[in-house]
């Protein structure tokens, strides 16, 4: 089981730039049909100021934060976690070319069936380059313990 003692354990401040290649890229393979997620004179048109992130966009930056050093801390095995769920709460639009900062720390542990599976809610703060809260993101993290 993971310990609960990690409950409010702050991760490293992780930065990420929204890449218009990798926007469309995403849009696409989520089914988008919008054009203002793929064509940029499209997002202008709506009055953009350029490609605005698809939804659910940030957990796919945030996954990719490089560090590992806080689920090893934790005592998690990467072959056995699986997503277990996210959500967003948006306070502004996020473009390609921006600089996001992720701020994350462990919200909640928890155990299911007597504790064979722990529970790992982790919360993020995104803002962007100018220091604008963006959204707030929670996920969480199924791991099958041993």
Do not use: C
Not at 74 to 95: D, K, P
Not at 106 to 115: R, S, T, V
């Amino acid at each position: 089981m993971i310990e609960k003692k990690h409950i409010g354990m702050k991760l490293p401040v992780y930065k990420a730039t929204a890449e218009a290649g990798q926007l469309r890229f995403f849009a696409k393979s989520i089914g988008e049909t919008n054009p203002i997620y793929i064509d940029e004179a499209a997002a202008r048109d709506a009055g953009h100021p350029g490609l605005p992130l698809p939804p659910t966009f940030l957990f796919s930056l945030e996954f990719q934060i490089p560090s590992s050093a806080w689920r090893d801390e934790l005592g998690i095995v990467t072959s056995r976690i699986l997503h277990g769920e996210e959500n967003f709460q948006y306070h502004r639009m996020a473009y390609a070319g921006d600089t996001l900062q992720f701020e994350t720390h462990i919200a909640d542990i928890y155990d299911k069936k007597g504790g064979a599976l722990s529970f790992v809610v982790r919360e993020s703060k995104v803002s962007n380059q100018r220091g604008e809260h963006v959204a707030d993101l929670r996920s969480v993290l199924v791991h099958k313990n041993a």
